[in-house]
C-alpha cells in the first residue's frame, strides 16, 4: 500500500492564537482580482514564532546561529513520533521509559494535539518540557526535538530555562505541530522552514509519512 505523507502544520490564519504578548498574525488581501486588480496579493504580518515554526539557537542565546545556518540534516530524514500521557509537564522520569538514541529526531505527541489546539484562545495549561527532561534531552544527544504546541517551555514555568538548555546545546526545535492523526512510532520528516537571514526562528510546513 502507498504511504501517504500526512501534513502535521498548522494552518495560518488572520487573527489566529499566538503567544501572549508577541505580534499578532494578520493576514490581508490587499488587490484583489474581482475588485478590477490585475492579481490578488497578500500582506502577512507576524511573528516568526507563529503557528508551526522553528526555534533557532539565537532565540534564547545571544551568539547562537541564526535560522538560515540551520543543517538539512536536522529536519529532513528518520524521526520517532512518542505519544506521552502527561498531565502537565514532561519530565526526565517520562523520558528514561523511552528509547532515545544520539543523533535521533523526537517529535511529542501530548493532549495538546486535541486540546490547546481545539481553541482560539492560548492555552495557558499545555503540557511542555521540564527542565529536567530539557537536561536529560541533551544529555542523550538527540539532535531534533519537537512539541504539539507553541513552545518546548511552559507558560510561566521553565519556559526560558528550557529554551536555554536545549538551544544552548545545539538541539533543533520544532514548535507547534498538530499530531492528533499520529500515531506512535517512526517516520520520515521534512520540515522546511523560511529562510530567514539571521532570524532566531522562522514558520515552516512539517509532513510525515
Excluded at 526535538?145 to 538548555?165: A, C, M, P
Aim: aromatic share 8%; net charge negative; with cysteine.
Amino acid at each position: 500500500m502507498k504511504r501517504t505523507w500526512k501534513d502535521v502544520s498548522v494552518p495560518l490564519r488572520d487573527g489566529m492564537v499566538h503567544w501572549p504578548g508577541d505580534p499578532e498574525c494578520h493576514i490581508k488581501r490587499v488587490s484583489r482580482m474581482e475588485d478590477g486588480a490585475v492579481c490578488n496579493l497578500t500582506h502577512i504580518s507576524m511573528s516568526a514564532h507563529t503557528g508551526t515554526h522553528m526555534d533557532a539557537p539565537r532565540h534564547f542565546i545571544a551568539d547562537g546561529i541564526t535560522m538560515e545556518q540551520m543543517p538539512f540534516e536536522a529536519v529532513i530524514g528518520r524521526c520517532r513520533v512518542f505519544e506521552l500521557d502527561c498531565e502537565d509537564q514532561i519530565t526526565a522520569d517520562d523520558l528514561k521509559k523511552l528509547r532515545l538514541a544520539p543523533r535521533q529526531r523526537v517529535l511529542f505527541k501530548t493532549r495538546n494535539s486535541t486540546r490547546s489546539w481545539a481553541t482560539n484562545e492560548f492555552d495557558k495549561d499545555f503540557v511542555s518540557i521540564r527542565q529536567d527532561a530539557a537536561q536529560y534531552l541533551v544529555e542523550q544527544e538527540v539532535m531534533t526535538v519537537g512539541v504539539d504546541y507553541l513552545s518546548i517551555g511552559g507558560f510561566n514555568k521553565d519556559g526560558v530555562e528550557t529554551h536555554q538548555i536545549m538551544l544552548g546545546a545545539g538541539i533543533w526545535v520544532i514548535e507547534g505541530l498538530n499530531l492528533a492523526e499520529i500515531s506512535d512510532g517512526y517516520y520520515e520528516l521534512i520540515c522546511l522552514p523560511i529562510k530567514l537571514e539571521g532570524a532566531d526562528g522562522a514558520p515552516c510546513r512539517v509532513v510525515l509519512r
